[in-house]
């Protein structure tokens, strides 16, 4: 099974995410800031990392670069996801292997 650590400052977004990726049978950790983030990925080995822009104690940027440094972890794909306009060059420049943009409102993801 697949591992996928999700790293999402807002909660209630971070739970729908949860939701959907196991549904479609990933194994899911999430956490909700980025020092959490960085112990976790360390721990869990994930084969993929989603990464929001609101974080505390470490910026996406810091995140992305650390995995990037760690030995074993550098090549696992990191998809930042972003909301409204975002430099997504700038996000790419700094080690993201993607940027998917994520809607205003969570209503938009919710089942129907």
Known sequence: MQRVL??????D??????????????EVSIVHDG????QEM???KP?????????DQVTRYQFIAQVRKTEGLSSVPIVAMVK???????????GASAVV???ERLETLAPM
Do not use: F, S
């Not at 999700?6 to 909660?11: T, W």
């Not at 977004?13 to 990933?26: H, N």
């Not at 084969?47 to 974080?55: P, T, V």
């Open 13 to 26: 977004l971070g739970q729908l995410i949860c939701y959907y990726l196991t549904d479609a049978g990933y």
């Open 47 to 55: 084969d993929l990392i989603l990464i929001n822009e609101q974080l």
């Open 84 to 94: 409204g306009r975002v430099p997504t060059g700038r996000v790419l420049d700094a």
């Open 42 to 44: 360390c721990k869990r």
């Open 6 to 11: 999700v790293v999402e400052g807002e909660p």
């Open 101 to 103: 943009q994520v809607p």
């Open 35 to 38: 020092q959490a983030g960085l």
